[in-house]
């Protein structure tokens, strides 16, 4: 069974940097993975995507702040957080497609002075 592991979620100060990582257990290879996030009382909204060959998508809310990558050898994916504003506050989650789709458990990542 294949699990996804978050991790590197926490408190940050407005402005400031986090990056969060998503672990895969197993040895599946993955077609696309995904970053999404929900904040208290709004829809779940896609962040960013990269894709197996590496191409890489952002919402325009975060484009130029957030990196999205991943590590073919350690099968896990990154998020690189940058100039974090309080309006970027919600869970996060990762999500993984091969033949099946997997999701994280969410990691919370809040921005307040």
């Known amino acids: 069974q294949v699990q996804l592991v978050e991790s590197g979620g926490g408190l940050v100060q407005p402005g400031g940097s986090l990056r969060l990582s998503c672990a895969a257990s197993g040895s599946i290879q993955f077609i696309y993975w995904n970053w999404y996030r929900q904040a208290p009382g709004k829809q779940r909204e896609l962040v960013a995507t990269?894709?197996?060959?590496?191409?890489?998508i952002y919402a325009d809310s975060v484009k130029g702040r957030f990196t999205i990558s991943k590590d073919n050898a350690k099968n896990t994916m990154y998020l690189q957080m940058n100039s974090l504003k309080p309006e970027d506050t919600a869970v996060y989650y990762c999500y993984a497609k091969a033949r099946n789709a997997y999701w994280g458990q969410g990691t919370q990542v809040t921005v307040s002075s």
């Open positions: 990269i894709m197996d060959g590496g191409n890489t």
